[in-house]
């Protein structure tokens, strides 16, 4: 997180065309209300707590080869589910903006790599919607503890005891054969 984290809030709708032709700086908070896919990811006992809100710095500029462009960072505390005690876990993410604003997704793939599109077929572009997204692309796939939070021992006696008694409740389907070889030998 950056020192001295901005405390005003950014505007949801931007003309980031105009902005890179001015050189805007933007640093700012969006609020939670702005980024409700975020908040879906918070879990449900958690969600008497306030939740977080997401901090930005942002450059809008005109490159070497006149594509306008966002750079920045973008960074939030998140509440997801841990994924082994399936308790709430705090995270910090953060993560860098790289953005080409294009006009629709044919001009996107004449991008480097090193840029991501932002779509904006409008003149006014939603700011919370992108910068919510990258912070979505940020979040690990899986997320645990840093710490032992669920005894590991526990947790390996509970699934061999399970796989055991799976295997013992499922009959043995060479049992019929079984009982038919010995009624063969009685007969003999």
């Not at 405390?7 to 001015?22: E, G, I, T, Y």
């Not at 908040?39 to 942002?58: N, V």
Request: glycine share 4%; charged share 30%.
């Amino acid at each position: 997180m950056s020192e001295g984290a901005p405390s005003k809030q950014l505007p949801k709708l931007v003309d980031p065309r105009k902005f890179a032709h001015q050189n805007k700086h933007l640093a700012g908070i969006v609020p939670e209300a702005g980024l409700p896919r975020l908040a879906k990811s918070k879990p449900d006992a958690d969600a008497a707590q306030p939740g977080c809100h997401a901090s930005a710095e942002l450059e809008f500029h005109v490159d070497e080869q006149y594509r306008k462009c966002v750079t920045g960072k973008v960074w939030a505390k998140v509440t997801v589910e841990c994924q082994r005690c399936l308790e709430p876990l705090e995270l910090d993410v953060q993560t860098e903006v790289n953005l080409a604003i294009v006009w629709k997704e044919d001009d996107s793939r004449q991008l480097p790599e090193t840029l991501d599109p932002w779509i904006v077929s409008e003149e006014q572009g939603d700011l919370y919607a992108i910068l919510e997204e990258e912070l979505l692309l940020a979040l690990p796939a899986v997320a645990y503890h840093d710490f032992q939070c669920i005894d590991s021992a526990l947790m390996e006696a509970g699934d061999d005891t399970q796989a055991s008694a799976e295997v013992e409740s499922k009959p043995n389907p060479f049992d019929v054969l079984a009982q038919l070889k010995q009624t063969m030998k009685k007969d003999d």
